[in-house]
């Protein structure tokens, strides 16, 4: 088995820390053997725990709801005006890189 990238590993383990995927290591040198599946499911099983699907929907239907009004909220504000663009410009600046080669600026 092929161990992952430096960058791979490092991505796995923030999201680990933060709670987003749970991560399998070697027990004697550390390394990630493997990682659950990055869904959005999953990280509601994660999370909450088990559950049956009817519920697992159930939860995934409200947090589209809520993050739908949150969103709407934000856009609709001086706030929200301005979380875009920093976004837009993070999107644009920071992560074109990982997409595209070279300097794109």
Known sequence: MQ??????????????????TSLTT???NGSILEANNLTILNFFLLRLGPMNEKRL????????VHIYIFINF??????????GSVLAFFIRY????????????
């Open 3 to 20: 161990e992952p990238s430096k960058l791979t590993t490092l991505t796995l383990r923030i999201l680990s820390a933060l709670g987003l």
């Open 74 to 83: 934000l856009i609709f504000t001086d706030l929200g005006q301005v979380a």
């Open 26 to 28: 070697h027990p004697k």
């Open 57 to 64: 929907v159930q939860v995934l239907m409200s947090s589209q």
């Open 94 to 105: 920071g992560l074109a890189g990982l997409v595209y080669d070279g300097d794109r600026r």
